[in-house]
């Protein structure tokens, strides 16, 4: 198959797209985990403000992290076949 795209997307130019995406991705998440695990002031006692709940917090990280990896895995296998 040939496509106006597979002229110049060029397994040199694919590679390093892929490590830019995937840089990308990690400097994301590391924000996000920073924002997570940060530690939160007390809420006051009379506030109408539910308080996160921890647990949930760190599974909405955790998940994104692994379906990423396995998504960045997938894609380096299918441009570097074994």
Do not use: K
């Not at 940060?38 to 647990?55: C, G, I, K």
């Not at 909405?60 to 997938?74: C, E, H, S, T």
């Amino acid at each position: 198959m040939n496509s106006p795209i597979d002229s110049w997307l060029t397994p040199p130019i694919s590679t390093a797209l892929f490590w830019v995406a995937l840089a990308a991705c990690v400097v994301a998440q590391y924000f996000i985990m920073r924002a997570v695990f940060r530690v939160l002031p007390a809420a006051p006692a009379n506030s109408d403000v539910p308080v996160p709940r921890r647990w949930a917090e760190i599974v909405q990280v955790i998940l994104p992290i692994a379906g990423l990896a396995a998504l960045f895995y997938g894609a380096w296998r299918a441009m570097n076949p074994a």
